[in-house]
T-cell receptor, first 117, second 118 residues
């Protein structure tokens, strides 16, 4: 069963505006971590932000913030003041705590973000 | 910061040959590494977990005899695609969590290897 769902295959945003990329997840493990990665056309995976299931506050990292709604099992990424360099593929990912394989991480299908000048 | 390297970055081979891809953690030791494959415009699919000193753990549907994984040392894991066929053409990415066991351990990704099988 798919555990990470990203329903937006593509998103457009005007430069300097904010954009929200959706992510919902499914797990029965009370301990888990949620991640967002950026993948530009070069293919490298760039870590953006992390949210732990027990964290009381939403994570923020510069222009990135994570809107964590635990009851709804959603972990949306908000990018403020979009820049042209933000155009890339964005992946939501989850790591479950009970996994004994060194905390393997699974990824959603991704959302391609296009920033318009 | 921590860096994970992969070699080669790009390889083109003939059908039926075997290809070895190396994944190295450059400034930290990794008892566990992960191998993913990514088809064009698709997500990363976990193939297997590479464990130093023991056998790799493969995800359901991944042929272990097709994709041989060897975690030779605390800084090196190799993925060998045996008897490669055109359908094996993909982008292969490795990752290594620094620390290895904590939920918050940052997972560093290699730059990926693009395999094209003719």
């Amino acid at each position: 069963a798919q555990k990470i769902t990203q329903t937006q295959p593509g998103m457009f945003v005007q430069e300097k505006e904010a954009v929200t990329l959706d992510c919902t997840y499914d797990t029965s493990d009370p301990s888990y971590g949620l991640f967002w990665y950026k993948q530009p056309s070069s293919g490298e995976m760039i870590f953006l932000i992390y949210q732990g299931s027990y964290d009381q506050q939403n994570a923020t990292e510069g222009r990135y913030s994570l809107n964590f709604q635990k009851a709804r099992k959603s972990a949306n990424l908000v990018i403020s003041a979009s820049q042209l360099g933000d155009s890339a593929m964005y992946f939501c990912a989850m790591r479950e705590g009970r996994n004994t394989g060194g905390f393997k991480t699974i990824f959603g299908a991704g959302t391609r973000l296009f920033v318009k000048a | 910061g921590a860096v994970v390297s992969q070699h080669p970055s790009r390889v083109i081979c003939k059908s039926g040959t075997s290809v070895k891809i190396e994944c190295r953690s450059l400034d930290f030791q990794a008892t566990t590494m992960f191998w993913y494959r990514q088809f064009p415009k698709q997500s990363l699919m976990l193939m297997a977990t590479s464990n130093e000193g023991s056998k790799a753990t493969y995800e359901q549907g991944v042929e272990k005899d097709k994709f041989l994984i060897n975690h030779a040392s605390l800084t090196l894991s190799t993925l060998t695609v045996t008897s490669a066929h055109p359908e094996d053409s993909s982008f292969y990415i490795c990752s290594a969590p620094r620390g290895g066991r904590a939920m918050t351990d940052t997972q560093y990704f290699g730059p990926g290897t693009r395999l094209t099988v003719l």
